[in-house]
């Protein structure tokens, strides 16, 4: 049975050595720590500008039944086609409201997303939280977290991060093309536009900078078809302009790459098929006995993740908490907890605030 320390909501400063050099994985509520336009509720709203009519009030009472939640609301899609297969009933509009709410999603991300402007303000603070750990796993598709790196490499010589797609974050180039293939990619893109690379996990593993991994794919993410093989892109160059990414998605013809699937099966299905996702859910995740959670919600969709690391040899936990007192934390923490149960994963919880006061 997971060992609890008693629902205690602790300072980060009192717990943080234990979990130096352990794994750091950042949910959304990382980034509403930047910007509260990342909050479900902001994002559903655009979402919902899509919609008219008695569609439109139909689709707002599902996003407020779950707080904004869009993966919620696509995992109640999911269900409803899933009820109608095993009546044989076709019901088209279903997959149709699914596509148009993921696709509306993504485009919410760009035209809601936060500027750059504040970054020199609060990316000191960040990056020596984020640099005191041995790797990280963002769970989020925003600009966030690279800017922060982007920030660091350009004031410090002693840059702290990587993130295998390039050996210091080359903004030279409008695409950096990731190869997990045995043999180098021969044509990807413009030879001038793009460089391959073989991702090499052993200078990972021995470099003393963070490596940084996006487990959901990110903004900057994308894939592009070429004889058959799907690799894994990166762009560069989007500056503050979120609609910069985009427009190369349609210039350079190439898919983002986004898991915003509504329940954790088809999460899976989807990371299972790309080789940059598999290998950070395969060989990244839960790869350090100590993880430290800091944004995330625990919901079902992303059991994948819970499970991971019951599975693996993980001994101990901090979880972020963030505006819950009473009897709400406790539930919280109650419900944490209860995922874990059958380990003998030590967890303890820690207020997210707490993270910045000093």
């Not at 402007?117 to 966030?144: M, P, Q, R, T």
């Not at 991702?199 to 963070?210: D, M, P, V």
Request: overall charge negative; aromatic content about 12%; proline content about 1%.
């Amino acid at each position: 049975m997971s060992m609890i320390e008693s629902y205690k909501l602790k300072n980060w400063d009192d717990i943080k050595n234990t979990y130096k050099d352990g794994q750091l994985i950042l949910g959304n509520g990382a980034s509403i720590a930047y910007d509260d336009c990342f909050k479900y509720n902001n994002l559903s709203d655009k979402i919902l500008e899509n919609f008219s009519g008695e569609n439109k009030e139909l689709w707002q009472e599902r996003f407020n039944e779950y707080n904004g939640n869009v993966e919620d609301v696509l995992s109640d899609i999911i269900t409803a086609d899933e009820i109608c297969k095993n009546l044989n009933v076709e019901v088209p509009e279903i997959d149709e409201i699914y596509q148009k709410i993921q696709n509306s999603f993504i485009n919410s991300l760009g035209v809601n997303h936060a500027s750059e402007h504040d970054i020199k303000g609060c990316a000191k603070n960040f990056i020596e939280f984020y640099s005191s750990f041995k790797s990280i796993i963002s769970l989020n598709y925003d600009l966030v977290l690279s800017w922060m790196i982007y920030y660091d490499s350009v004031e410090n010589s002693q840059y702290k991060f990587l993130d295998g797609f390039d050996s210091r974050f080359s903004f030279k180039r409008d695409i950096l093309v990731l190869d997990f293939s045995q043999n180098p990619c021969k044509k990807v893109l413009k030879k001038e536009q793009c460089k391959c690379l073989k991702f090499r996990r052993e200078s990972l593993c021995k470099n003393e900078k963070t490596p940084v991994f996006y487990l959901h794919g990110n903004l900057l993410l994308a894939v592009k078809e070429e004889y058959n093989i799907m690799t894994c892109v990166k762009l560069v160059n989007v500056g503050t302009n979120i609609k910069t990414a985009m427009d190369k998605w349609i210039k350079y013809d190439i898919k983002p790459l986004f898991i915003t699937e509504g329940s954790n099966e088809k999460k899976m299905a989807k990371i299972s098929t790309n080789d940059y996702l598999n290998f950070v859910y395969e060989d990244v995740l839960a790869s350090s006995d100590k993880l430290v959670f800091f944004g995330f919600s625990f919901n079902e969709n992303d059991r994948h993740i819970v499970e991971k690391i019951k599975a693996s040899d993980c001994k101990k936990i901090a979880v972020s908490c963030k505006d819950k007192k009473g009897k709400l934390f406790d539930k919280f923490a109650s419900d944490v907890t209860g995922k874990f149960l059958g380990s003998h994963i030590k967890i303890e919880f820690y207020n997210a605030d707490s993270i910045f006061q000093n």
